[in-house]
């Protein structure tokens, strides 16, 4: 009994003078951020891919090459605009459209500015997945849908075609649209972008029909070239009065907004920001590393930069 | 369609009653041929009302700045930060937390087998370094120093609570409203306005945390309180005890096992809103599971889900153990090994202040990304082989049972629906029920959604048949069989806390966005919740009464349906109300995977300003019908004869 004691003992002494090997923390210390005229600010991250995508490569730049700290807050749309409101957001990267909510708080409240155009073109629409736009090439045009009703009949759409739609974040037309056009089709709620993007995949792979609200830029498009459907032209003001639509929906110049409280702090990341400006396939690129390849966003970030270092150079005035 | 409305009445109906509802829902599908397609209050997606548009405009009238929430605010940020600077977050000017991971363990460990016994000590260390070799020690410690907040807040308000209700009537029946309330009305509703009065951070998401969270307790401590018998209270009263002696001498020690099952199921639902409180900035799980699902990398989103499920075992357990161990002091043995135990746990807090090794989780084992690819190919394998029989199992049920429903419901003019929805609760309960079916009912149609209400109603009460009936078959199953039990209960833990978002992305691949996938969802959650409460009362049914049976020749199914069955009665009753409430709490998820109607209007307010309003009366209009179904199941319920209601 002595003797297990004493081994007891013993044991728990080598595990002691074991776990006394290795590196102590605090060994090395990493060098203090410098650039103190920096300062820190907070940057909303918007819950898809293609945000991510502008955030880790704004995220990566401001904090490398202008020493900020840069803080990331997952929010939804709605509530980083609130954000402005609270002073806890200070940069939102990538915007579509809402124009309720530039007027509630840049002119109306006066807690936000615009801080110009991220070079994105953001396009809604109908949607089909390639297969089909093989198989029936005059599917794409919004006057022959009514032929292909029956093909889009689902347990949901009650024995009209079924037009699925998203992400209860985007205003949709699409039921004035369906009346309007006389479309023998029923507007059915997906609810979620996850639910478009999965009833797109498993369309694509078993062959079903389906035809969905959808937009680009989107990272699923790296997966599924999905093909989108013509609606009448958009011409401006044709969608002055919702109930009365009969037009696609417009072009949108995906914008920037900083909060006011930042765009006066004469910090750098101010001008980074307003100058952050790229393209569909860049951001395409960077989305793709991080939702195909799996990279962390904060490497997909490095290499982006490290292989474009002269549109970087330009963001910087350098 | 009468057989279907009608089952949620069968076991508890008597002849007379039966026979009217018969009639009544005849009568329903009759004037339904004639009316159909009249006053049946449709508003269309993007439409709204002037009362949604007044909740919109007004939504920020309630707006921050107001001293009082300021002050919550700070206390709540500062409660949490300071946790995730002892557990999470590298802090005061360190580059880890105050403790590292072997001192946690070791802590909780210590912990674990201070208030429980050895074996969830052992189970304690075991989880936490599984969630370690997962990849996850820091999401888990944030999402465990969230929890603790939450929970810790929870119980601050909710036991007090408890005790009011527990020993006033009044109190009693004004917090068993307030909690329905909490618990049925969905998060998303006031996920965005929390942040305009908490701001965007951890306040806000644990007081989100702590609404849902808190009603569990205030329930069983006021249950506990007033189910001890009075008999104990008198003795304690002839002896001259005060009514405080009286509380804290006799009340509280003799409900206290059931006082720890309310902090139990407090922890489970802390544990659940995880990633719905990740979509305002809470750090954590959740926000790996939400990252995992915008690229829609099931494998990802299963690992830190897996994690949140193991976390709650561990608390699960831990507090059971806690709550079942008998009250006594220790021995001097005890006392030594405890005091050993304080010692050595100081130890290796001091070794993961000081080495690395012991600060931070050691990376080289990563058992998360072979979990993660594992479960992605269990998921691509499920979907190939059952892919296309699960489309036909949806298409005959929608055809066959929800269509019909949902036509009769949606089709009919409201009145009608309303009226017959009355002359029900009447019946089954006089004006009892009736009064608060007609004001419900008043309600729903003042909310402006009603079209949309009768859609989730009608997957509501198709959802709420299937999770009774598999409850029950589950749950007597698992009351009468030891080994049954032990074998479903981890699984149970798992669906109750598993975030719904991990298992959508499998389900939306075998079903397609559709009402079934909802009603599907809703079963995963609702059934482990109303299995447990119909096993526990199976169990309490004292082993003389089933030996009784048993000795003069009853066989099984005599001795279920005619002893257990019957004396579980109340337990059942609150089965089927925690099933009916925790599908309604499965409402928005549902409009997240093609339900529509309520659960997209919320999520549509959520996310779009202008609907903001809209959302609100969908979510006042969830609550208006968990009351009403809840009042009706009450009503329906048999009535305790002699002494069953004390006082």
Not at chain 2, 161 to 167: N, V
Not at chain 2, 193 to 219: E, K, M, N
Not at chain 2, 223 to 238: D, G, K, Q
Not at chain 2, 404 to 417: H, I, M, Q, R, Y
Request: hydrophobic letters at 50%.
């Amino acid at each position: 009994m002595k003797k297990l004691r004493y081994a007891g003992v013993l044991t728990a002494t080598v595990l002691v003078l074991a776990g006394c090997g290795g590196a102590k923390v605090g060994e090395e210390q990493k060098p203090a951020a410098g650039g103190k005229e920096c300062g820190s600010f907070n940057l909303t991250v918007s819950p898809w891919v293609g945000y991510e995508a502008n955030a880790a490569v704004v995220a990566y730049v401001a904090t490398k090459d202008l020493g900020c700290k840069v803080v990331k807050k997952n929010l939804k749309e709605e509530i980083a605009w609130q954000g402005f409101g609270t002073g806890e957001v200070d940069v939102n990267l990538e915007n579509w459209g809402h124009e309720d909510l530039k007027k509630k708080y840049i002119e109306t409240d006066k807690v936000a500015v615009e801080a110009g155009s991220t070079g994105v073109k953001g396009v809604i629409g109908w949607y089909v997945p390639p297969w089909m736009a093989a198989k029936y090439p005059d599917i794409t045009d919004s006057k022959n849908l009514n032929k292909y009703a029956d093909l889009f009949k689902t347990s949901e759409s009650g024995g009209k075609g079924q037009l699925l739609d998203g992400d209860p974040s985007y205003v949709t037309n699409d039921e004035a649209l369906v009346k309007n056009l006389n479309l023998n089709y029923k507007v059915v709620q997906s609810g979620s972008e996850t639910a478009l993007i999965q009833a797109f995949r498993d369309a694509e792979k078993d062959k079903k029909p389906l035809l969905a609200y959808f937009y680009e830029p989107q990272w699923f498009f790296n997966e599924v070239k999905l093909v989108k459907v013509n609606l009448p032209t958009y011409t401006a003001g044709c969608d002055a009065d919702p109930a009365k639509i009969a037009c696609d929906y417009p072009p949108y110049d995906l914008d920037k907004i900083i909060s006011k409280k930042f765009a006066d702090s004469g910090s750098p990341a101010v001008d980074l920001v307003k100058k952050f400006q790229w393209t569909n396939e860049d951001q395409n690129a960077v989305a793709r590393m991080i939702a195909v390849d799996k990279m962390t966003p904060d490497a997909a970030a490095e290499k982006w930069v490290t292989d474009n270092r002269a549109k970087v150079d330009a963001w910087l005035a350098k | 369609m009468a057989a279907i409305t009608s089952d949620v009445q069968v076991e508890v109906r008597r002849p007379r009653r039966s026979v009217v509802i018969g009639v009544l829902l005849v009568a329903w599908v009759a004037a339904y041929f004639l009316l159909s397609g009249i006053h049946t209050l449709p508003l269309g997606g993007q439409e709204t009302t002037g009362f949604h548009r007044w909740l919109t405009e007004h939504r920020d009238a309630v707006g921050a700045g107001n001293l009082v929430f300021d002050a919550i605010r700070a206390a709540v940020d500062n409660i949490v930060v300071l946790l995730q600077n002892v557990l999470s977050q590298p802090s005061y000017g360190r580059p880890v937390p105050v403790i590292g991971w072997l001192g946690v363990v070791a802590a909780s460990a210590y912990l674990a087998w201070a208030f429980g016994n050895w074996k969830v000590a052992l189970l304690t260390a075991a989880g936490l370094g599984f969630v370690g070799l997962q990849g996850l020690w820091q999401e888990s410690m944030d999402t465990l120093a969230l929890t603790i907040a939450a929970v810790l807040l929870s119980l601050l308000v909710a036991i007090p609570l408890g005790i009011w209700a527990g020993l006033s009537n009044r109190a009693f029946k004004v917090a068993t409203l307030v909690l329905d309330l909490m618990q049925t009305l969905p998060t998303f509703v006031y996920l965005a306005p929390l942040t305009l009065f908490f701001a965007i951070g951890p306040a806000a998401a644990t007081i989100a945390t702590l609404i849902y969270a808190a009603p569990p307790a205030v329930r069983l401590t006021a249950h506990a309180i007033r189910n001890v018998p009075p008999e104990s209270v008198e003795a304690s009263r002839s002896l001259g005890s005060t009514r405080g002696q009286t509380l804290t001498k006799v009340l509280l020690p003799m409900s206290r096992s059931t006082v720890v099952v309310g902090i139990n199921q407090t922890i489970m639902a802390a544990l659940s809103m995880v990633t719905v409180a990740a979509l305002i900035d809470a750090p954590g799980l959740g926000q790996t599971v939400l990252k995992a699902l915008q690229t829609l990398d099931v494998g990802v989103a299963f690992n830190a889900g897996l994690a949140i499920v193991v976390i709650a075992i561990v608390l699960d357990r831990v507090t059971t153990a806690a709550g079942d161990r008998p009250w006594r002091t220790a021995s001097v043995r005890r006392k030594i090994l405890l005091g050993a135990g304080g010692v050595g746990v100081l130890v290796a807090i001091w070794f993961s202040r000081t080495y690395v090794w012991a600060a931070e989780f050691p990376t080289d084992v990563n058992l998360g990304a072979r979990i993660a690819v594992l479960a992605a190919d269990v998921t691509t394998w499920v979907q190939d082989v059952f892919g296309g029989l699960t489309y036909g199992v949806r298409d005959a049920v929608t055809l066959g049972v929800l269509n019909p429903l949902e036509a009769l419901l949606t089709g009919s003019p409201w009145w009608l629906v309303g009226a017959v929805v009355v002359a029900i609760a009447a019946v089954l309960g006089r004006w009892k029920a009736a009064v608060p079916a007609v004001v419900c009912i008043g309600l729903l149609v003042g909310t402006g959604v009603w079209q949309d209400s009768m859609i989730t109603l009608a997957s509501t009460l198709l959802a709420t048949i299937v999770v009774v009936a598999v409850g029950l078959t589950l749950g007597v199953w698992a009351g009468r069989n030891r080994r049954v039990d032990l074998v479903i209960r981890p699984i149970l833990d798992a669906g109750q806390t598993m975030p719904p978002f991990v298992y959508l992305v499998p389900f939306l691949a075998l079903f397609g966005t559709s009402r079934f996938t909802a009603i599907a969802a809703a079963v995963v959650y609702a059934v482990p919740v109303t299995v447990k409460i119909v096993a526990d009362g199976i169990k309490a049914v004292p082993v003389a009464t089933v030996e009784a049976a048993t000795s003069v020749g009853s066989s099984s199914w005599q001795v279920i349906s005619k002893v257990q069955l019957p004396v579980a009665r109340r337990a059942i009753t609150l089965a089927v109300n925690q099933g009916l409430i925790y599908v309604l709490a499965m409402v928005v998820v549902g409009g997240l995977v093609g339900a529509g109607a309520l659960g997209y209007d919320v999520a549509a307010g959520f996310a779009q300003s202008e609907l903001y309003g809209k959302g609100l009366a969908a979510g006042a209009a969830i609550v208006l019908l968990g009351v009403l179904l809840d009042r009706i199941t009450q009503a329906a319920a048999p009535k305790p004869h002699g002494k069953g209601e004390k006082q």
